[in-house]
């Protein structure tokens, strides 16, 4: 299966996606990981990518697209593959179809409330990366550094509305493309990971039924 999750920030969609993606045997492929793994490596595509970043410029499609399609080239995407943080706009969903069959496009939605409210309790280590949730914490240290977890910037309740603000505009219009397709499955992600995970595997489950 080839899947895209769609759904806001604070949604859970890249949890959720890991977990999926290691429970069915699917490539996990994030493109903010993708992004930072270019950079940091010093490639062709990263190096183009780190100057627009650094110029406040937001990357052409076509760039984004070209790197995506050489990961999805590689022998671990043969056995199915969920995106995540692709496509964000409505005309890189349009540019994926001419390259690649998606099954269908999960679609996670929760209250802007519970979404603010999510995200403001998440942390990080700002040594390992490790991800928390502040109310689950017995203490504010990482459990593998040992050192104080924070807030990401992006994270602030002023930064996070800015972005729903974008996703509202910029990503919405995605989930009536994919509506109009046929290949829309929406799922209510106002509950538990276990809750939302349970919804999503069902849904699985019943598309494997369906195309074999």
Avoid: W
Avoid at 3 to 22: E, M, N, T, Y
Avoid at 94 to 101: A, G, H, I, N, P
Avoid at 103 to 109: H, P, S, V
Avoid at 115 to 131: A, D, E, N, T
Wanted: glycine share 8%; net charge negative; aromatic share 6%.
């Amino acid at each position: 299966m080839n899947l895209v999750f769609l759904g806001p920030p604070g949604v859970g969609k890249g949890s959720l996606a890991v977990r999926i993606a290691k429970d069915y045997g699917l490539l996990h492929i994030s493109t903010g990981e993708m992004l930072r793994a270019e950079i940091s490596a010093g490639t062709h595509t990263g190096k183009l990518a780190e100057k627009y970043i650094n110029d406040g410029n937001l990357m052409p499609d076509s760039l984004i697209i070209e790197m995506l399609l050489s990961k999805l080239q590689h022998s671990t995407a043969k056995q199915g593959y969920i995106l995540d943080g692709f496509p964000r706009t409505l005309n890189q969903a349009q540019e994926l179809d001419k390259f690649v069959q998606i099954d269908a496009a999960i679609n996670l939605d929760a209250p802007e409330a519970v979404l603010l409210k999510r995200i403001s309790h998440r942390r990080i280590c700002p040594v390992c990366g490790k991800g928390y949730i502040s109310y689950m914490m017995s203490s504010n240290l990482c459990e593998q550094c040992g050192v104080e977890v924070i807030m990401r910037d992006d994270d602030k309740e002023e930064v996070v509305k800015a972005r729903l603000v974008e996703y509202h505009t910029k990503t919405e219009p995605i989930i009536d493309y994919y509506r109009s397709t046929g290949k829309l499955i929406s799922v209510d992600g106002d509950d538990t990971m276990e809750g939302v995970a349970a919804k999503v595997e069902e849904i699985l489950e019943d598309l494997k039924l369906a195309n074999n």
